[in-house]
């Protein structure tokens, strides 16, 4: 019981479209802008860098939510159900007739609860990329791919491993219209006009 409990708030938690509502509030459709995406990128694009960031750190602190109700209702199972719950109403919202962003920040939160260590590392493999290559798309993904690389080599226990796995399949699952424009050499790079 504690565990639908869990996975049920914590999806509702992650299907809060907060990139949609902080664009509300200037009159603006963030789904109807850009890449049509309600996550950070798309929203610092359109609205500035503060917009961004605000989105970023709501969006990261329904993953850590998540975590922490899964953790309080139960033990490691739950707590990386209800993660993955929070992620999926991210994803698939409830509030968006099953539309949504692509999982990165709100993962990012769920393992920042999980371990700031590997967020780290995660963070250095996405800012390097970013650096290098200009796409945040690319950087996400590769920064995903790190997390149960990291896990592995720090010993960390292999539920958190595979749930890691999971993570990361979901992030590329989802970057899957980026990739094919990266391929293209039409994908947005940061710094620089989209290329037509």
Known sequence: MN????VVI???IGSIPVGVLVARTKGINI?????????TTNVWRNLGAGYGLFVLVLDMA????AVLVGRYLGGVETELLAAFGAM?????????????????ATGAGVMLAISPLVTLIGLVMLLTTLAISRYVSLSSMMAAITIPIAMTVLGMDKLYIIFSIILVIFVIYKHRSN??????GTEYKVGKGRRM
Do not use: D, P
Request: hydrophobic share 45%; charged share 15%.
């Open 3 to 6: 565990i639908l409990l869990a």
């Open 10 to 12: 914590s999806y509702l």
């Open 31 to 39: 789904m109807e802008r850009g890449s049509g995406n309600i996550g």
């Open 62 to 65: 329904k993953g850590v939510t």
């Open 88 to 104: 999926c109403g991210h994803s698939w919202s409830v509030f968006l007739r099953f539309k949504g962003g692509k999982i990165v």
């Open 179 to 184: 990739i094919q424009r990266i391929i293209a």
